[in-house]
Every structure is written in C-alpha cells, then in structure tokens.
C-alpha cells in the first residue's frame, strides 16, 4: 500500500502552489489527540477557521461541556465541533465516521513518567500514533500531519535515548504509509499553559521561554489552509521546525 517516498523537504515559503483545479478551498479535518495542550488550540483554530467545514475531535471519553474542553472557542465555532469518543487499543474498530476527513492531525503524545514507563509511553507515541495513521489512509486521507518533537534523528540508537528512537520510528511508520501530503512538526520546548508538565515547569523556573501551543496549532492551520487553497505544494515529507512553525503562524 505504500507509495514511493519523496527526497525529505523542510518548509519552504517560496514553495510553488498546486494547480487551482487540483485544491479545494474547503476542508474537513480531524484532530487525534483534540483535548491535550496542542490538540485543543488545534481544535479551536480549525473550527474559527472560515476554509473549515467540519472539525472532528477524537477523544477517549464522550465530552459534555465544548467550552471548558475547548476554552476560547465561541458558541458559533463550537458548532462545528463533532466529538468521536474512540477506544485506541481497537481504533479501527470504533473509529466510525471519524476518520472520513480531508486532512487528519495526530497531536497524540505523553511522557514516561505519564505513561508509568517506557512501555506505557511506546504504546501512546507509537502504536496508538501509526494505528491513527493506518484508519486516516484507509479512510482515504490524503493530507497527514503528525506532531513529534524537535531533536527527533532517526538514526540514533534506543540507547540513547527511547523518547527520540520511539518518535524516530512513529515518524518512519507514518510516512511509510504513502500519505500524498504529510507535515512532520518538531517544535521545541513548548510551553503549554495550564497543562503544562512537570519538566516544563522546572525549565519555566530557570527562565527557558517556550514556544506557545497556540503558535504551533495557528501553523499548523495555516499550512492546511495553504495546501486546500492550493497555495503550497504537496510533500510526501516536510518536515517543519521552529523557524517555520513562527513564519507560518506571523
């Protein structure tokens, strides 16, 4: 099923548009992993945005309350929002209509001590990541992104470092799924707000300044709007990093 990978690219903002009969203004999208820091500025953006038609919100849990899982949306964008209760150990089984989208973002993500180890965390920022990716391109998903991190080098051993070698290879498994577009985002240190963890908080301290998840989710819009008004080009790999991620949201 996987198509040919294409020469790795980074952003580029002189990239040339897609032809106008190829794009489509309008776009429906999904956002896996919707109420975690990313994921709900995410989910905020795209329902605010005038090119969204539809945003589907995949959650583990029904939502009861819009506004306090999405804080900062309006009663008019929330009526956009479309809440996909799913059971990742069987995603393919209970992702429903939820996948039945034009573009798809993963903002899945934990951290060891979260996820109680190593194994808890491989399960989130692996299996759960490429089971996200395998129903999005059987539901007929052309346009992926995924959201790992910056410093993510494929070629380092586990050894080294478990955190970099697990998103490595939720990178690897992704892109061999032949997405016609796939944005790869490593943004740094970040600063997530009032969800922000624990190590964060210790950098926060000591005076390291973050890169706002409003910023990284404002860009990460942007690019999905570019690529359906057919103003950027289609990348089988783009890999977006900080520099980007701030020109794009600007």
Known sequence: MAMAMAERTRWNADAPSLPSTIASQMFRAAVFGSTG??????????????????????????????????????????KKIVIFPVDFENLSETVGKAAEVDVAFCCLGTTHGDAGGAKGFRKVDLTYVLATGEVCRSAGVSNFHLLTAAGVYRSLPRFVSNYVWTKARSEEGILKLGFASCAIWHPGFLDRGDLTRKGESWAKFFGACGLPVSTLAKSMRVYAEQLAAGKRDAKAEDVIENKGIRALAA
Not at 38 to 65: F, N, W
């Open 37 to 78: 820091a990313t994921g709900r500025e995410l989910v905020r953006e795209l329902a605010e945005s005038k090119s969204c038609e539809k945003v589907h919100a995949i959650t583990r849990r029904p939502v009861e309350d819009l506004s306090q899982t999405f804080p900062g949306t309006t009663e008019e964008s929330r």
